[in-house]
């Protein structure tokens, strides 16, 4: 097994190692380790099927499903991102992904199969590093605060579409809005992480609007200061596991009108604190 390192801050490309293969206790632990130590891992040449990915992301826990997304025939716990010329991806602004649920994931693992020819890179940013980042008393000020996140709000763009709401109507009943805490403490590294992001967070609680406008404002920005990033330029069956709770992704929309195909499940995870 090869570890190439992709930045700084997070990520590492990791070679050697066939995933479409029953893979060890050993194996799979040291996966975990590489996953938890980079935040964001990385695998080319893994031609999975549906099955053996299903069976990969299991080894990481529980999985959840998405109450948005068209979902593979016989997984629905394997969601389509899917972006062509005449429905183009909405999703443009750095996120963590359903942190509109009590326990947001802990770790998603993305498949590429449909890549273009140019551009549809991925960018992650370490929340680990961008709270070490902060000064004392910044920590200290954020240390208590909630924010809210919201299905609805990082669905606006879906809501608003003809038919949007009653698509989506379940989802939304389904998934009110919830608070977690803004510095929340990884529960395997025991470090603490930056929980929020500007898809899904609406508010600081306990805050005036204007006050609450202003820390997201600058803490989206200093989450994403290049120095906490790194970036992924993809090809066919390429494999990106992250964790979901130390890091924030954003996707490169830089290729329409080609065609871009993934593959996604996540894995659960325990209520932030």
């Known amino acids: 097994m090869k570890i190439k390192h992709l930045a700084g801050a997070l990520g590492a490309e990791i070679s050697g190692i066939d995933l479409t293969s029953n893979l060890t206790s050993a194996v799979y632990q040291s996966i975990r380790a590489l996953?938890?130590?980079?935040?964001?891992?990385?695998?080319?040449d893994q031609d999975l099927s549906p099955a053996q990915q299903y069976a990969l992301a299991s080894l990481f826990g529980p999985l959840q499903t998405h109450p948005a997304y068209a979902t593979l025939e016989g997984f629905p716990e394997i969601t389509i991102l899917e972006s062509t010329a005449e429905k183009p991806s909405k999703i443009e602004c750095w996120h963590s992904d359903m942190t509109f649920r009590p326990h947001p994931p802990m770790a998603t693992l993305l498949r590429s199969k449909t890549i273009?020819?140019?551009?549809?890179?991925?960018?992650?940013?370490?929340?680990?590093?961008?709270?070490?980042?902060?000064?004392?008393?910044?920590?200290?000020?954020?240390?208590?605060?909630?924010?809210?996140?919201?299905?609805?709000?990082?669905?606006?763009?879906?809501?608003?579409?003809?038919?949007?709401?009653?698509?989506?109507?379940?989802?939304?009943?389904?998934?009110p809005p919830v608070s977690h805490p803004i510095i929340r403490t990884h529960p395997e590294t025991r470090k603490k992480v930056i929980f929020v992001n500007p898809l899904f967070t609406t508010h600081i609680e306990g805050l005036s609007a204007a006050e609450s406008r202003a820390i997201l404002r600058f803490l989206y920005g200093h989450n994403t200061t290049p120095e906490y990033t790194c970036r992924f330029a993809w090809e066919a069956n390429c494999i990106a596991i992250w964790d979901n709770r130390s890091t924030q992704h954003k996707p490169i929309n830089d290729y329409f009108p080609a065609y871009r195909y993934l593959e996604r499940i996540v894995i659960n995870g325990d209520k932030p604190y």
């Open 116 to 175: 273009p020819e140019k551009g549809g890179d991925t960018l992650w940013s370490s929340l680990t590093a961008a709270y070490d980042g902060l000064s004392p008393k910044m920590q200290n000020f954020l240390a208590d605060l909630t924010a809210v996140h919201d299905f609805s709000y990082g669905f606006k763009e879906s809501l608003a579409e003809p038919g949007g709401s009653e698509r989506l109507a379940h989802a939304v009943a389904d998934n």
């Open 35 to 44: 996953l938890i130590e980079h935040e964001v891992i990385f695998f080319r």
